[in-house]
């Protein structure tokens, strides 16, 4: 008997000892306290907490709901919680103080730099007057927030999370910080992304500032890359504005990360447009060699114009390829920048990444089929262009000039009418000569007349201009009438 009544009080001296360790345990946790435990279950109204003591944890559910008002969590997930109130049968969990507290509390709070919950009443001057659990603190409107305030009314009537940095006079003069618990959780978030983060990964960010050489993308609170405005995409792009707007998410590629001034604060290249494949390898291979197709012009430059034919794929219309109706001295006499053209595909040089293309061939040559329309004998009107010593240069239609010589006005009644006409003026001419090797129309005055009268000039068009003309054509019958 002696022995089982040992062996009962070693137990319960163990039991006493266990019991006090545990005690021991709760008792080192203290309002104001960080805890960060697993959820071990979740209830109608509060979730419990794992604290590592033999007391568990709770928190109102409410205040772990997302923005659409659910919880995002489950049995076994961590969750870091502030120790808002302490007694032997439960501790208390809350994201920061709120509700209801006295300036003890807040002392407590500031002393732990334990977040407490406020509401921005009003604005005031140099920054913002907050009602911190009915009571009055200032918060200095570079403090709202870790960006630039454009706009101190969007913060009018938000509660969010502060930090006491000032707690004076027993509390009559309190000065919080909504930014330093904003600078410790972007601090905490950019460590974590910038340990994962690698060249090539694709992220989605949002654009926060715009200049002249690029946009700044932000991709997690505390952490910007920059996109040059040579990433911004495959076409060209003379301004950042042309591609993004500021506040705009957008998704970058990761060129490069590069040592930045302090360790932890990395130069970023991003890129817009690699996020999807280079248009050299995929939209060029819809080109061949004497396509037609249409295009935007791009830009102008002395020797012609660049024409995009697929997004960021361009080609170059080279002066001289510009029209066949016209001598060009300056691109933009033919083009304009932003103006759709047709072009042809003259040549395609994949190793360079370059294309020639042509207006003039999509639109084209004059000059082809000119035997057919133009016979040698047709009297036709033009359109002065140009006086010169030597004779009129007269349009016959677009790209197709023909020369009266002087010394052929000779032959008309009216030679000193035709000396007094101006460039636009209309007038009458007999074809006399195609050369179209030479690209050439030799012209006669409309009234003209070979001496010996053999050859006259007709209305009627000739077959071609390889034929004897229409007075060859009269005479072949009249000969085959006497036979």
């Known amino acids: 008997e002696n022995q089982e009544e040992e062996r009962q009080e070693e137990q319960d001296s163990f039991a006493d000892l266990f019991a006090s360790y545990e005690g021991a345990m709760a008792e080192d946790i203290q309002v104001g306290d960080k805890i960060k435990g697993e959820i071990i279950s979740i209830g109608m109204d509060m979730v419990f907490v794992n604290t590592g003591s033999k007391i568990d944890g709770a928190v109102e559910k409410t205040e772990l709901l997302d923005e659409n008002g659910e919880l995002p969590y489950q049995v076994g997930d961590p969750l870091e919680l502030y120790v808002v109130a302490f007694d032997e049968n439960e501790i208390r969990l809350s994201r920061a103080l709120s509700g209801i507290g006295g300036l003890n509390m807040l002392q ?12 921005v009443a009003e604005q005031v001057k140099g920054g913002f007057r907050i009602e911190l659990m009915r009571h009055r603190a200032f918060c200095p409107i570079s403090q709202i927030d870790t960006r630039y305030v454009e706009n101190a009314d969007e913060y009018i009537g938000g509660t969010y999370q502060f930090q006491i940095v000032q707690f004076e006079s027993r509390g ?12 410790k959780e972007q601090k905490e978030v950019r460590k974590e992304f910038l340990r994962d983060l690698e060249v090539d990964q694709v992220l989605t960010g949002r654009v926060t500032n715009l200049m002249p050489y690029g946009a700044f993308v932000e991709l997690v609170p505390g952490v910007e890359g920059m996109v040059h405005v040579s990433e911004m995409s495959w076409s060209r792009v003379d301004k950042p504005d042309e591609v993004v707007k500021k506040d705009e998410e957008v998704t970058v590629r990761v060129l490069r990360i590069e040592a930045g001034k302090k360790p932890d604060e990395p130069r970023l290249s991003l890129s817009l447009k690699q996020v999807t494949g280079d248009p050299w390898e995929s939209e060029i291979q819809k080109f061949r060699i004497g396509d037609k197709v249409r295009g935007r012009v791009t830009r102008l430059v002395d020797f012609g114009a660049f024409v995009e034919i697929a997004h960021g794929v361009e080609g ?11 001598r060009v001295n300056r691109p933009g006499d033919v083009v304009q920048e932003n103006e759709n053209v047709d072009v042809m595909i003259k040549d395609m040089d994949m190793g360079n990444r370059r294309i020639s293309l042509s207006i003039r061939d999509a639109e084209g040559d004059p000059w082809v089929g000119m035997e057919e329309r133009y016979e040698i004998g047709q009297r036709v009107e033009g359109t002065l262009e140009n006086k010169e010593q030597f004779g009129l240069f007269i349009s016959l239609e677009p790209g197709i000039t023909g020369l009266l010589p002087r010394s052929k006005m000779s032959r008309s009644a009216s030679a000193a009418a035709l000396d007094k006409l101006n460039p ?8 006399e000569e195609i050369d179209t090797s030479g690209r050439k129309v030799t012209l006669a005055p409309g009234d003209a007349r070979e001496e010996g009268n053999w050859k006259k000039y ?26």
């Not at 636009?424 to 074809?431: E, K, L, N, Q, Y």
């Not at 007709?458 to 036979?483: H, I, N």
């Open 108 to 119: 407590d709070a500031y002393e732990a730099r334990m977040p407490v919950e406020g509401r």
């Open 172 to 183: 009559k003069n309190i000065v919080v910080s909504r930014r330093k618990l904003m600078e």
């Open 316 to 326: 170059l219309v080279h002066i001289s390829e510009m029209s066949y109706a016209r």
């Open 424 to 431: 636009g003026d209309t007038v009458t001419v007999v074809v």
């Open 458 to 483: 007709s209305d009627k068009p000739a077959r071609s201009s390889g034929s004897l003309g229409s007075l060859g054509e009269k005479l072949k019958e009249a000969l085959e009438s006497k036979e």
